[in-house]
Structures are given as C-alpha cells and as structure tokens.
C-alpha cells in the first residue's frame, strides 16, 4: 500500500502537475497563433471535460519529462557534476576512489577507468538491494518534479512571448473586455522566466543530493570481508 501511495504522488506531482503548466502553455500559443484576436475568458467546464483535461495534461506531463530527459543529455549530468575532479560543488575525489576501491571488490573486476554514471549506478543499486530507498526515493521525486516545471515553465514564457509580439491579446471579464498591453504580459513573462529558473536551481540540488546520497550510503554500509581483503590489498600494493 505504501507503494502505491509513493507512486500516486509520483504520479502527481512528477507528470500531472508540470503537464498542467505545459498544457496551459500550449493553450496560449494555440491562442496566440489561431485566435489573435478573440478575448480569453472563463469557460465553466463540466465534471466529464475537466477529467479529460486531467487526462490530457498527464499525457502531457511524460512528454514534458521525456523532453527534460533530452535536457540532460545536453547539459552536464548530474554524475559528472558531482563526480569528476575538479568540477564545481564535486565530491571530494578522494572519497570517490574509496568507491571506485569498494565497487572494484565488490564485483571482483578493476573499476579503475569506470565512468562517473556506472559508477553511481552500481553504488545506486547496491543501496537498493540492501533495502536503503528511502532518501532515493524523495531525491528522485523532487528532481523529476522540477525538471518537469522547468521544461514547462520554459515552453510557458516562450508562449507568452509569442503573444506579446502578436497583438490583440484581450481578457473577458464578465461582461466586459480588458485588453491586455505589453506591460502586463512582460508581467507574466518575468513570473514565468523567474519559474524556469528557479525550478531549475532546485532540479540541480536534488539531482546532486540523488548522487551524493548513493556514493555516500554505499561507503559507509558494512564491508564484507572480501572488500576489507581487497582494500588492504590495495593499500599495501
């Protein structure tokens, strides 16, 4: 049960919530583009559309993550980040070789060369076989909530900027029509541009916390005694 408790919020807050950011963006540019003139109003929606729209914008929210997964894979990854010498906010490396070290025993094979991701997968899923999760688990949630926001809130101040060079951007209130001048949508782009920052810094702390965590707990779990073996060996060679 509690599985399915860490799943549904999972579910929640790492697809639903960044797909609802990401579907309104959609929504404003489709404005921008198709309807440039028609004012944009409160639309009172039957239980059966606002199910639907939850359904669309949970669609949305794996499309979002698949796309912040590409993020990454431009950007430095985390296991780098954290990882490598030299770089900025690294693990101290002496502690990483002390890994290297204990995989190395571990699994009987020299790690020596091995690279900063296999090196966090195989500490990653040593903590997993000993029943550690549940840090991972929170790390792991939170970095892919924020990196859903930061995609989304990107997709959003990019749909806001579309509607600012296109004119005629109105609002219907009640009976009334406001319209809407540069000011106040460069208002919202702010909001929106502070958003993808933000989210981002905090991706980047949980995605650090999520490597850290693992190189850390492997280094202090118990040793066997083939690793204690192997890491005297090590030092008297």
Known sequence: MLNDLRATLYETFGYLLPGIVFLTALVILFWAIYLPASPLGYVEL???????????????????????????????????????????????????????????????????????????????ETLVQRGVCTDREIYQYREGFYRGLTVSFFALTVSLM???????????????????????????????????WLAFRRYSRFSRYRVSHAIIGFLVLPEPEKIKDHIEESKNA
């Open 46 to 124: 039957s239980f059966q559309m606002i199910a639907a729209l939850l359904l669309l914008a949970y669609f949305f929210g794996h499309l979002n993550q698949a796309l912040g997964n590409l993020l990454t894979k431009i950007l430095r990854s985390p296991e780098e980040t954290v990882l490598s010498k030299g770089q900025s906010g690294s693990m101290p490396h002496h502690l990483v070789h002390i890994a290297q070290t204990r995989a190395s025993a571990l699994l009987g094979i020299d790690l020596s060369e091995i690279n900063p991701e296999w090196l966090f997968r195989i500490c990653d």
């Open 162 to 196: 579309v509607r600012t060079v296109i004119p005629g951007a109105s609002l219907k209130l009640g009976s009334s029509v406001q319209a809407m001048n540069t000011p106040e949508l460069l208002f919202f782009i702010l909001l929106s541009a502070s958003g993808v």
